[in-house]
């Protein structure tokens, strides 16, 4: 089976940290992408942060300095450090994944269910 699990989502303060979990099953693909996207109720999905083979990551204007993506190889999971957490930081979190079938070479596009921060006081 391949796929994409997210958690770690809940209600937290203002103010206050969260650490989301992206967690990759399967052993017929590599990763070559890795990155987290947000979509807020009324609002279209945009990216939050991304992870590359080669060592890059990027960040969105909105969570630069504030949040942190990284990758566990042993665990097959990617994270997600969110810390000074603002209320517009509310909205559904989902983990997305490119990758390379090991079996055919294919080109894979993974999504998980996704997992809802709120931030209210």
């Known amino acids: 089976q391949v796929q994409l699990v997210e958690s770690g989502g809940g209600l937290v303060q203002p103010g206050g940290s969260l650490r989301l979990s992206c967690a990759a099953s399967?052993?017929?693909?590599?990763?070559?992408?890795m990155g987290w996207y947000r979509q807020a109720p009324g609002k279209q999905r945009e990216l939050v942060a991304t992870?590359?083979?080669?060592?890059?990551?990027t960040y969105a204007d909105t969570v630069k300095g504030r949040f942190t993506i990284s990758r566990d190889y042993a665990k097959s999971s990617i994270y997600l450090q969110m810390d000074s957490l603002k209320p517009e930081d509310t909205a559904v979190y989902f983990c997305?994944?490119?990758?390379?079938?090991?079996?055919?070479?294919?080109?894979?596009?993974?999504w998980g269910q996704g997992t809802l921060v709120t931030v209210s006081a």
């Open positions: 399967g052993t017929i693909f590599s990763i070559n992408v």
């Open positions: 997305n994944a490119a990758v390379t079938s090991t079996v055919d070479d294919r080109n894979l596009a993974l």
């Open positions: 992870w590359t083979r080669w060592g890059t990551t």
